[in-house]
């Protein structure tokens, strides 16, 4: 009797090694295995209303919109992991500094602070997942930085409401009048499969920069495979260093309301899923109208040969010892009143008077005169003899050319951090 009951005990315990045994095999087989939350995840929600500390011993979860709010600072260690949840529309995730708020995030090229998308497999102290490449835009939302300087916004004049924010949401205001203003510092962040729309034309950049004022540090930071743009400022005066942006799918660098920064030793990639190099837009009211954007010392890339730098309304700043590789054309805009014929003030006049300088850049691309402007009658007007400096309104830039005096190639900065470098597509 005793035998019997040993050999059954014995029975049973291959049974459970087996099953187990069966199931381990039965996992390790599957080829797409969607990622699964670690036990250390935090998820993130709402607001951040007091001092607050994130360990990259976790992974950060953000579900919708988690605002820093005036007053308070949170810090983020380097090699901390966030992802954000997809969400639809207005439930987009997003990382939003309020104005008055400050983020620290402070990581290194050993330890690189990362913000993605919960579909990244990317784990604890990696620096890459594996699982997601350049085509994988409109995961999450961004990252948005609102501050106190000062900003021309064609509604609110001095203030403006961010886009990829709902109107009545308050934490979306930004501007003032402190050019000097300090939301924090960002140093070796990258940003990654971002750019989810809350509505028709109204998306979440990457790195969305409203008001942000030059006390603010913005230096080694990436923005790759965003749906929008991959960084846009508001006006504010923030200098912008070591900036990457790539595969983005609208433009890399936009530049609204009057911006008086800069962008300097900087680097844009991508192929023809993008849209422009640059666009530029100057003062759209009357109070802050004065400031001149910097854009130098900066290395643009179009694989497809397809790269436009476009020049809008009122553009005023400086485009200077860059390199461009595949520009096709400078687009400078000359706006025209209901009678086609009168020049309003607008990016034409500001080159003609030396306010938009173009100025030994390493290239041929022309530049070319266009406009879009319509009549009383809402037919669209002609460019007027006076405007035709050539044929085809098309001239070359004085102090440009394929052998100016730069050699700019900023590689070497986003090298072994980067997920551009990491992934071989530079």
Known sequence: MKKFILNLASITMMFVLFSALVTSISCSGDDNPEPTPQTNDQEITGEITSNTT?????????????????????TIEPGTIIKGKQGDGLNASALIV???????????????????????????????????DETDVQKWGGLIVLGKAKVSDKVGDTEGHI????????????????????????????IRHGGVSIGDGNEINGLTLGG????????????????????????????????????????????????????????????????????????????????????E???FISKTNDGTVDLKSKAQGTIKNNVFVGLTKFKLSAKLDTDCTT???????????????????KTNAPLEVYTKSKDANDNTCNL??????????????????????????????FNDWTWTSINNKF
């Not at 690189?112 to 997942?129: A, C, M, V, Y």
């Not at 990829?164 to 960002?186: E, M, V």
């Open 212 to 295: 942000v004022g030059a006390g603010t540090t913005i230096d080694h930071v990436e923005v790759v495979a965003n749906l929008d743009d991959g960084i846009e400022c508001f006006g504010g005066s923030v200098i912008i260093n070591h900036a990457l942006v790539a595969y983005q799918q609208d433009d890399a660098f936009d530049v609204d309301q009057n911006f008086s920064g800069k962008f300097i030793n900087s680097m844009v990639v991508y192929n023809n899923t993008g849209d422009e190099f640059l666009e530029i837009d100057g003062p759209e009211n009357n109070t802050h109208k004065t400031g001149l954007f910097t854009i």
């Open 163 to 190: 886009e990829g924010i709902p109107a009545d949401a308050a934490y979306g205001t930004y501007g003032g009048n402190d050019d000097q203003d300090n939301s924090g510092s960002l140093k070796y962040i990258s």
């Open 343 to 361: 020049l309003l003030t607008d990016a034409y006049n500001h080159y003609i008077d030396g306010t938009l300088k173009i100025e030994n850049n």
């Open 297 to 299: 010392n900066c290395n």
């Open 98 to 132: 309020a104005r008055g708020g400050k983020l620290m995030a402070e990581g290194t090229a050993l330890k690189p602070i990362i913000f993605t998308t919960e579909l990244d497999n990317i784990e604890i102290g990696q620096k890459s997942g594996t699982n997601l």
């Open 384 to 413: 007027p003899a006076d405007l035709q400096t050539n044929a085809d309104f098309i001239f070359n830039v004085a102090g440009n050319s394929d052998s100016a005096s730069v050699n700019v190639d900023n590689t070497s900065e």
């Open 54 to 74: 994130w360990t990259s011993d976790k992974i950060y979860l953000l579900n919708g919109k988690v605002i820093i709010k005036d007053g308070v600072t949170l």
